[in-house]
């Protein structure tokens, strides 16, 4: 059974703050990571994908990988109130490949 | 449109009946997923086609659940003499292609179509 694990929350942090949202996974062959931003009752957007161990940046968002440790990461910078959402962590077997398997998602939540 | 297309956005059905639910992916889209999502969980993966073909099935629950894609575009997702525990938000999916270099593995996901059986 592939699993995806992360913390449900909610994740509470003061507008400005940065906002570390952690992810596992079972699958020791997993390859591609994904993170997906969902706002409540939206469909799930992707916001970042990392394929190599290490740091990944793209604005205020950061994704950390460490393949040995079947670890993911998502650091937001100066977290806004618009980032509140549930922030889904999704992995693959395959480089490229979408049919991922989800974590529950962990909520986050960016008080004003 | 531009985006992912489901139909219905709601559908309330009694047990026993059978229900089809609808998506129209991104226009050149080669591969087209469905997933089922329950209240507070993630998406979870049902079936998806590349083209025509159904390549991957594995995530179907049972016999009752089937799927089709017959030219390559628009799918249903059909679940036969349904039951309460069916009622979920079911996503439809499609990417630009299902491997390659040139994919981000990106998923573009529909709003969704929330059953609802009684």
């Known amino acids: 059974q592939k699993e995806v694990e992360q913390n449900s929350g909610p994740l509470s942090v003061p507008e400005g703050a940065i906002a570390s949202l952690n992810c596992t996974y079972s699958?020791?062959?997993?390859?591609?990571f994904f993170w997906y931003r969902q706002y409540s009752g939206k469909s799930p957007e992707l916001i970042m994908f990392i394929y190599s161990n290490g740091d990944k940046e793209d604005g205020r968002f950061t994704a950390q990988l460490n393949k040995a440790s079947q670890y993911v990461s998502l650091l937001i910078r100066d977290s806004q109130p618009s980032d509140s959402a549930t922030y889904l962590c999704a992995v693959t077997p395959y480089s490229g490949y979408s049919t991922l398997t989800f974590g529950k998602g962990t909520m986050l939540l960016v008080s004003p | 449109g531009a985006g992912v297309s489901q139909s219905p956005r709601y559908k309330v059905t009694k047990r026993g009946q059978d229900v089809a639910l609808r998506c129209d992916p991104i226009?050149?889209?080669?591969?087209l997923y469905w997933y089922r999502q329950a209240l507070g969980q993630g998406p979870e993966f049902l079936t998806y086609?590349?083209?025509?073909?159904?390549?991957?099935k594995s995530g179907l629950p049972n016999d009752r659940f089937s799927a089709e894609r017959p030219e390559g575009s628009i799918s249903t997702l059909t679940i036969q003499r349904t039951e309460q525990r069916d009622s979920a938000m079911y996503r439809c999916?499609?990417?630009?292609?299902?491997?390659?270099?040139?994919?981000?593995?990106?998923?573009?996901f529909g709003e969704g179509s929330r059953l609802t059986v009684l």
């Open positions: 086609f590349n083209y025509e073909a159904q390549q991957d």
């Open positions: 699958d020791r062959g997993s390859q591609s």
């Open positions: 226009s050149g889209h080669v591969s």
């Open positions: 999916a499609s990417s630009l292609s299902s491997r390659g270099s040139s994919n981000t593995g990106e998923l573009f």
